[in-house]
Nanobody
Framework: QVQLVESGGGLVQAGGSLRLSCAASGRTFSNDATGWFRQAPGKESEFVAA????????YYADSVKGRFTISRDNAKNTVYLQMNSLKPEDTAVYYCATGGNIRVVRTTPDYWGQGTQVTVSS
């Protein structure tokens, strides 16, 4: 079992920045890829970004390319999502998830965190 805990969410004005963290405990990330997803009220969950265990591969949703950056520090068992130039449409609960390789984690990860709220005001 892997326990994931997200932090770093909050309220920010449009154009601002936030950095989300996802800390793993228990089995930790165990060489798996990790991703970030988000769900806005009344909408389905949406893939945001993913990173491989080795950090050699990253993927981003088109809606966040050039604004968000995913990174990881395996020594700290933590994955980050740096979010710049935030827009009101980025408002959502952000979840991290892990399990499998970078293709698998984008669609069917095994473990999920509880989420952190990001609200971007206009």
């Amino acid at each position: 079992q892997v326990q994931l805990v997200e932090s770093g969410g909050g309220l920010v004005q449009a154009g601002g920045s936030l950095r989300l963290s996802c800390a793993a405990s228990g089995r930790t990330f165990s060489n798996d890829a990790t991703g970030w997803f988000r769900q806005a009220p009344g909408k389905e969950s949406e893939f945001v970004a993913a990173i491989s265990w080795t950090r050699s591969s990253t993927y981003y949703a088109d809606s966040v390319k050039g604004r968000f950056t995913i990174s990881r520090d395996n020594a700290k068992n933590t994955v980050y999502l740096q979010m710049n130039s935030l827009k009101p449409e980025d408002t959502a609960v952000y979840y991290c998830a892990t399990g499998g390789n970078i293709r698998v984690v984008r669609t069917t990860p095994d473990y999920w965190g509880q989420g952190t709220q990001v609200t971007v005001s206009s």
